[in-house]
């Protein structure tokens, strides 16, 4: 809603524009405001030129009377923001003082002033431009042109700062991207509200901080009892998922008193929670809200101990010293959505949890384990030198000197000094530009780093990284290529005679013991660490390689930014196939196309992201029953691992457009999507990819009228629909309109269950026999898509205790954009390649609302239903084609505790659900055989689909 506002107002902002033509900037004129109120580096930034110059003349642009006695109480002159003084003000100060956006003075006069932006934190979630959350508008930015328009206004806005003061330079080359600004408008100063954290005694700097907190809380034992801080950041104006149940409330309360403790909660000022249950079960639960104090960063050294997720308070913190527990139940949803600058084991050190249970449980060894307390406050350490170029408590004061340089038209002392050169990438801390000016941190530009000064990739067919460089203070003991979902590990070798150090990483790799194949197309980070297992900061100084087309295998590029090194791996398109143009001159041909058909089947599963499912258990037919007809495998990239005598097409190159137009058949469990177009001769076999018991297309509610278009033009492309069963077949009738023909020969995709080998599926996965394997297997959400965290896999595998094993499998929709769960006795299985051979391998399934509940019985072995957002699902989010819970064919549980209970002792269920059971597989599984492939392959040809 707020880029439509903006939006909405650029007219305000093009008579604004013509009124500062023509009002002349007053010298000495200087107007502060901030989005929280009084404070923040604004308020740094006021006091110290206001001691440094009593010439000047401040005035600060509040934002309600509360901000106005503040600033009051402080000496500083105030005018309300949105008034007529508040615009006449801001048009004519010479310098202008932000710690958010424009609109924290008048926004409509800020064109022609010098802008100074303090920004409220490091970012570790993306900002501005680099955000799809943040250029997000309801309605009007599903379009280019309104998505351009959004751009180009950030990118205006930019312009319009004359100094963006960072904490470092790793701050500041995510704010260069975020905001699109130049190297010259950031300086690399320090952020000055840090400045409290830093200046002065660390015995007074508490003191007074704890001070502040009894008064502010008006509670005595906040100035000597331990004090914890849970300081959640916000979610786009969603609810934060981590408030505490009442079994959590009384785990809090509990370990309060034992540890005599205070824990002070200080939701986001842009979205609070609702944690009143926890300050009526213990009065050592207080309130530090927005409504009590704006900026939180003054009263830091209060804490011992900060709990967060996402929030940069995290690295404000770091330099006060404590620990930090990070707690952060939608990880992968929230990263997802927002973005990030890094992988979250970056910043959160790789402790994270996610549930309240699990933190009580992590502070209680902090509490006791010096390896743990150690660990924690080590990681605080890390960030604090990572993060922060000052620890001298004066960013204020180059602030104001690099704003003093700036008016006067002297060069900048402090600007970001990262820059590419040709090929090689440099980043150096900032040195000061005068002798007189403020040492380098200690510490900081004084220890040796660890560089790069060799980096290439050999071995052709086997490409391999090779990196090596100088040591540094640091000294390198482990080395990978981490992406989402894949992890390929190398191998370093030290020199210490000669300092130097030496790495190879081979680029392909093996998974699940299959074939040597490249990782999916993604983002990777080159991961090198210490004997501590945190990261080195790392110097570029290499030549880097251009990127390049590997043929069969990727696209790579090497880049190096404020991270170290990042591969982009792509689809191998070649030259000629690369690109917006040439997809389009591919597009038009393969419209035009008159070739004749060719004796070949075309198959896809989940758009290309695998070669699973239906279509894999008909190319396994056909393979046996027609080996000389040529099977093309449509897949997104060259990762994918595709059934043997197959052809793999890789999305978008000739060859596949070809196949496309081609192919007699074409097999598929989803849509086409909006470029297919039938050519003569051709047929398509939608084999769908499950028995429904959620609504889709045509019978959800609420379908807008574009979805319901969509919806009728792809069902129109289909020639022939296989279905699991009459049930699934009329739901498809109704949910598509689909008039054709359907075929009931049972699916595909279950007969591994009745012929494949699961003991060598177990060994593929790495199971031990005689472990017990339980599959937890969810559904995606409509409002969720990017994860489903209902239930705690990891503490679900703890609780089970020695001898399972949880196998955890996502959505095909969260394949790409998800991360693996890592945790003891869990193994992430969402990227094996079939999920039929789990199966095999599972002794018993969890899962929600997914089809594969109607899988799983042809294997007779239990299932549990985990649903505890049955209503919402059921009445708001998706519906359901019939009622689940009579029918059942397994407990329907809502409760985590009860599930592991159940999963424990499956005999009990197994005799009381044996009716239901019995009767949900005569209904659903009539012809789960283990022949459906070679039913639907005779058919095929029988009846001319093939030859």
């Given at each position: 809603m707020g880029n439509l506002r903006k939006i909405a107002a650029l007219p305000l902002y093009a008579l604004g524009r013509l009124a500062s033509s023509v009002v002349p900037r007053q010298a000495g004129l200087w107007a502060f405001g901030s989005g929280t109120g009084v404070g923040e580096g604004a308020l740094a930034l006021a006091e110290f030129a206001r001691e440094a110059d009593p010439s000047l003349k401040l005035v600060w642009l509040a934002r309600s009377e509360r901000d106005a006695a503040d600033a009051r109480a402080r000496g500083i002159a105030s005018v309300p923001r949105g008034s007529w003084r508040g615009f006449r003000q801001t048009l004519r100060a010479q310098v202008i003082v932000v710690t958010h956006g424009f609109g924290d003075v008048n926004r409509f006069g800020t064109s022609g002033a010098f802008v100074v932006q303090l920004w409220h934190g490091i970012p570790f979630k993306r900002v501005h431009i680099d955000s799809p959350e943040a250029m997000r508008v309801p309605i009007v930015s599903r379009f280019g042109a309104a998505r351009r328009a959004i751009r180009a206004a950030y990118e205006r806005s930019g312009r319009g700062i004359g100094l963006f003061a960072v904490a470092s330079e790793r701050s500041g080359e995510r704010i260069r991207s975020g905001f699109a600004l130049t190297n010259e408008q950031i300086a690399v100063t320090g952020d000055p509200r840090d400045d409290v954290l830093l200046a002065g005694p660390e015995d007074e700097r508490r003191a007074r901080a704890r001070d502040q907190v009894a008064t502010l809380t008006s509670d005595e034992r906040a100035r000597t009892t331990r004090i914890l801080l849970y300081a959640p950041t916000w979610r786009d104006g969603g609810v934060d998922p981590s408030i505490p149940s009442r079994d959590d409330w009384m785990r809090i309360a509990a370990y309060l008193e034992a540890a005599d403790a205070l824990l002070l909660i200080r939701s986001h000022p842009l979205g609070a929670g609702n944690y009143a249950e926890g300050a009526h079960l213990s009065d050592?639960?207080?309130?530090?809200?927005?409504?009590?104090?704006?900026?939180?960063?003054?009263?830091?050294?209060?804490?011992?101990?900060?709990?967060?997720?996402?929030?940069?308070?995290?690295?404000?913190?770091?330099?006060?010293?404590?620990?930090?527990?990070?707690?952060?139940?939608?990880?992968?949803?929230?990263?997802?959505?927002?973005?990030?600058?890094?992988?979250?084991?970056?910043?959160?050190?790789?402790?994270?949890?996610?549930?309240?249970?699990?933190?009580?449980?992590?502070?209680?060894?902090?509490?006791?384990?010096?390896?743990?307390?150690?660990?924690?406050?080590?990681?605080?350490?890390?960030?604090?030198?990572?993060?922060?170029?000052?620890?001298?408590?004066?960013?204020?004061?180059?602030?104001y000197g690099e704003v003093l340089r700036r008016l006067a038209g002297e060069p900048p002392a402090f600007a970001l000094r990262s820059r590419r050169e040709g090929g090689a990438t440099t980043h150096r801390a900032p040195?000061?530009?005068?002798?007189?000016?403020?040492?380098?941190?200690?510490?900081?530009?004084?220890?040796?780093?660890?560089?790069?000064?060799?980096?290439?990739?050999?071995?052709?067919?086997?490409?391999?990284?090779?990196?090596?460089?100088?040591?540094?203070?640091?000294?390198?003991?482990?080395?990978?290529?981490?992406?989402?979902?894949?992890?390929?590990?190398?191998?370093?070798?030290?020199?210490?005679?000669?300092?130097?150090?030496?790495?190879?990483?081979?680029?392909?790799?093996?998974?699940?013991?299959?074939?040597?194949?490249?990782?999916?197309?993604?983002?990777?980070?080159?991961?090198?660490?210490?004997?501590?297992?945190?990261?080195?900061?790392?110097?570029?100084?290499?030549?880097?390689?251009?990127?390049?087309?590997?043929?069969?295998?990727?696209?790579?590029?090497?880049?190096?930014?404020?991270?170290?090194?990042?591969?982009?791996?792509?689809?191998?398109?070649?030259?000629?196939?690369?690109?917006?143009?040439?997809?389009?001159?591919?597009?038009?041909?393969?419209?035009?196309?008159?070739?004749?058909?060719?004796?070949?089947?075309?198959?896809?599963?989940?758009?290309?992201?695998?070669?699973?499912?239906?279509?894999?258990?008909?190319?396994?037919?056909?393979?046996?029953?027609?080996?000389?007809?040529?099977?093309?495998?449509?897949?997104?990239?060259?990762?994918?691992?595709?059934?043997?005598?197959?052809?793999?097409?890789?999305?978008?190159?000739?060859?596949?457009?070809?196949?496309?137009?081609?192919?007699?058949?074409?097999?598929?469990?989803?849509?086409?999507?909006?470029?297919?177009?039938?050519?003569?001769?051709?047929?398509?076999?939608?084999?769908?990819?499950?028995?429904?018991?959620?609504?889709?297309?045509?019978?959800?509610?609420?379908?807008?009228?574009?979805?319901?278009?969509?919806?009728?033009?792809?069902?129109?492309?289909?020639?022939?629909?296989?279905?699991?069963?009459?049930?699934?077949?009329?739901?498809?009738?109704?949910?598509?309109?689909?008039?054709?023909?359907?075929?009931?020969?049972?699916?595909?995709?279950?007969?591994?269950?009745?012929?494949?080998?699961?003991?060598?599926?177990?060994?593929?996965?790495?199971?031990?026999?005689?472990?017990?394997?339980?599959?937890?297997?969810?559904?995606?959400?409509?409002?969720?898509?990017?994860?489903?965290?209902?239930?705690?896999?990891?503490?679900?595998?703890?609780?089970?205790?020695?001898?399972?094993?949880?196998?955890?499998?996502?959505?095909?929709?969260?394949?790409?954009?998800?991360?693996?769960?890592?945790?003891e006795n869990v193994i992430d299985v969402t990227s094996y390649p079939e999920i039929s051979e789990l199966f095999l391998v599972a002794d018993a399934l969890v899962t929600d609302y997914s089809s594969v509940m109607f899988d799983f019985t042809v294997t007779g072995k239990p299932l549990y239903f985990f649903v505890p957002d049955y209503d919402h699902y059921r009445d708001r989010l998706r519906g359901f084609t019939f009622d689940l819970l009579p029918v059942a064919p397994g407990p329907v549980i809502d409760d985590p505790a009860e599930l592991v209970r159940r999963v424990q002792s499956p005999e009990a269920d197994r005799e009381q659900y044996a009716e239901r059971y019995a009767a949900w597989r005569a209904r659903f599984n009539p012809r789960d055989d283990g022949h459906a492939g070679e039913r639907v392959v005779r058919r095929l040809l029988a009846e001319g689909y093939l030859g």
């Open positions: 050592r639960v207080l309130f530090l809200g927005a409504d009590l104090v704006g900026d939180i960063t003054p009263l830091l050294p209060a804490v011992d101990t900060l709990i967060t997720d996402y929030s940069s308070i995290a690295f404000d913190y770091a330099l006060v010293g404590g620990e930090i527990l990070f707690l952060a139940p939608d990880i992968r949803q929230y990263t997802g959505r927002r973005g990030v600058y890094e992988p979250y084991e970056n910043f959160s050190g790789g402790t994270e949890v996610t549930t309240w249970a699990d933190l009580v449980e992590l502070l209680e060894a902090n509490d006791t384990d010096a390896a743990t307390h150690a660990r924690l406050v080590g990681h605080a350490e890390w960030l604090a030198r990572w993060f922060h170029a000052w620890h001298d408590g004066r960013n204020t004061e180059r602030v040195q000061p530009a005068t002798t007189d000016a403020a040492a380098p941190p200690p510490g900081r530009a004084a220890v040796a780093q660890t560089t790069i000064d060799e980096l290439r990739i050999t071995g052709g067919d086997s490409p391999v990284l090779e990196l090596a460089g100088t040591l540094g203070a640091e000294i390198p003991r482990s080395l990978c290529i981490a992406g989402s979902r894949r992890r390929l590990e190398g191998e370093i070798d030290l020199e210490l005679a000669s300092e130097r150090w030496s790495a190879r990483v081979p680029l392909l790799s093996s998974r699940w013991r299959g074939p040597l194949l490249p990782p999916p197309a993604d983002e990777y980070l080159v991961r090198i660490l210490n004997e501590d297992e945190r990261l080195i900061d790392v110097r570029v100084a290499a030549e880097l390689p251009q990127p390049a087309l590997y043929p069969e295998l990727f696209r790579l590029t090497v880049a190096a930014g404020s991270n170290g090194v990042t591969l982009k791996i792509a689809a191998p398109l070649r030259d000629e196939d690369h690109g917006a143009a040439a997809q389009k001159r591919l597009a038009a041909e393969y419209r035009r196309s008159s070739a004749p058909v060719e004796n070949a089947v075309f198959l896809e599963s989940f758009f290309g992201q695998n070669a699973s499912c239906n279509p894999r258990g008909i190319d396994r037919a056909l393979a046996a029953a027609r080996p000389e007809v040529t099977r093309y495998w449509a897949v997104t990239d060259a990762s994918v691992e595709v059934p043997e005598g197959a052809v793999r097409v890789i999305e978008g190159s000739a060859e596949w457009w070809q196949a496309r137009a081609q192919a007699r058949l074409l097999v598929v469990n989803d849509w086409l999507r909006k470029r297919y177009r039938k050519h003569r001769g051709q047929n398509v076999l939608q084999t769908w990819h499950g028995t429904p018991l959620k609504r889709l297309a045509l019978m959800r509610s609420g379908l807008r009228p574009r979805a319901a278009l969509a919806t009728f033009r792809e069902q129109a492309r289909w020639d022939l629909m296989l279905a699991q069963n009459d049930f699934s077949a009329r739901i498809f009738r109704k949910a598509y309109a689909f008039r054709s023909t359907i075929w009931q020969e049972g699916y595909p995709r279950d007969d591994v269950l009745l012929t494949g080998d699961g003991d060598a599926v177990r060994e593929r996965l790495g199971i031990a026999p005689g472990t017990t394997v339980v599959l937890y297997a969810p559904t995606w959400r409509d409002d969720r898509p990017g994860t489903v965290d209902h239930l705690d896999v990891a503490r679900f595998a703890r609780e089970l205790g020695p001898g399972y094993v949880t196998l955890i499998r996502g959505h095909s929709r969260t394949l790409r954009p998800g991360v693996d769960v890592v945790a």
